[in-house]
């Protein structure tokens, strides 16, 4: 008599995981892989040390990512050079599903390029371009932002004649190239010609100002974009340091340019002014104190007096400086000048 055999049943794993927990997990892998290309792909310079800390977690799974990336068809080298990782170029991102707020932000940054005085005019050609790239209801989205908002007076300096100017700086900061070109400064009666090495570029004090030093060994310097005649890039390579900070170049300057000693500010405004000065944030350092009887002091840190000066003197009748005494005369060297100029005329 044959005997049957009886069938097995299976015992499942105890570490056996659910379906749907295991897609999640893949999902969450998948994650990580798109941010590390996606920094790779930005404009920062990433090592496997700053990726490990931008991503939190250990170079040594930077590395195991980075070899999964290369497997998937996605070419990495090290630098040595510029000491990053880079992708090889034509490695790209698809279209972006930008969610609305992110497209409202595109919106209002080409309204602001478009502005008198800015006058950066391909931000608004690039969200043309995003919007023909997209679907009905976006670019329709983008068109109604643009048509509802405007920059208007923002006061800045005439960037209209140097587009290429800007350009050219741009693209030398971003190619880490040397610079040179034909520089005219009210201050001085010559047109200089001057070689540089480009560090930052910065939007402050209504213009564009480019921080660069001449040699490698020197400190660096502001230079108005306007103020130069020509420029043009050169071969050479720019010496950048990596440890450059623009916030620390800065300083607690009042805006463009840094003195050499520093001061604690006190202003005290009128009732009629106070509400009006505490609405704006002028300075980094800026601390307000409202008094019962409607008045508001405020105080700040700045290094030099040369330009917060003038602000001071826009509030003539209405403030009245406390702190330093340097200030206060200096406030009242400049209004007795001018007392003089229309004594005269």
Known sequence: MVKKKTARTKT???????????????????????????????????????????????????????????LAGVPWFYDSDARCIRVLPGV????????????????????????????????????EKLAAASKDEVAEMLADAQRIMEALDLKLADHSKHHEVLRTIQWALIEGRQITGQYKSPYQEKTIELRLHPLRICLTGQAWYLIARKTASERPKTYRVTRFQTVRSLDAKADVPEEFDLDEYFGKAWSVFRGGETYDIELLFKADAAELVTETMWHKTQQVARHPNGTATLRFTVDGLDEIVWWVLGWSGRVTVVEPAELRDLVLQKLNEAIDLHIRR
């Open 92 to 127: 790209k991102f698809p279209v972006l599903q930008l969610t609305r707020d992110e497209l409202l932000d595109e919106a209002t940054a080409a309204t602001v390029g478009r502005a008198k005085g800015l006058d950066v005019g391909a931000g608004a050609v690039a969200t």
């Open 12 to 70: 499942p794993m105890k570490n056996q995981r659910p379906d749907s927990e295991r897609r999640l997990r893949q999902a969450a892998r998948l994650a990580d892989h798109l941010r590390l290309l996606q920094l790779l792909l930005g404009r920062g310079r990433w090592d496997y040390d700053s990726l490990a800390v931008q991503l939190e977690c250990s170079t040594r799974t930077i590395r195991r990512r980075l070899d999964a990336l290369e």
